[in-house]
């Protein structure tokens, strides 16, 4: 199983950038779907769920996850230079083969986000 990200990129403050993660290989079953984030000398972060935002992205940030293309996206808007950081898509999924019962984590590589003011 891979989580495989999006490029991120470099934009102003002000502008939108949309992060997609495919989740690809022997996927029995996806259980859950998000984004978290890691900016330079800070502990990564939650960002994104399917029922929680982070405060500092709230109205700002949208997830939205396709199940038939087992994708998940992060439209950001109005971005900040605060929001800057490498941002990983994160996935809790029962793969074939195994247990129908047991879920693995799983994380993306990290793409980077840089937002210039």
């Known amino acids: 199983v891979q989580l495989v990200e999006s490029e991120g990129g470099s934009v102003q403050a002000g502008e939108s950038l949309r992060l997609s993660c495919l989740a690809s290989?022997?996927?029995?079953?996806?259980?859950?779907m998000g984004w978290f984030r890691q900016a330079p000398g800070k502990q990564r972060e939650l960002v994104a769920t399917?029922?929680k935002y982070a405060d500092s992205v709230k109205g700002r940030f949208t997830m939205t996850r396709d199940d038939f293309k087992n994708t998940v996206y992060l439209q950001m808007n109005s971005l900040k230079p605060e929001d800057t950081a490498v941002y990983y898509c994160?996935?809790?999924?029962?793969?074939?083969?195994?247990?129908?019962?047991?879920?693995?984590?799983?994380w993306g590589q990290g793409t980077q986000v840089t937002v210039s003011s």
């Open positions: 290989g022997s996927i029995r079953r996806i259980i859950a």
């Open positions: 399917a029922t």
């Open positions: 994160n996935a809790e999924i029962v793969p074939q083969g195994g247990s129908a019962d047991v879920s693995y984590t799983y």
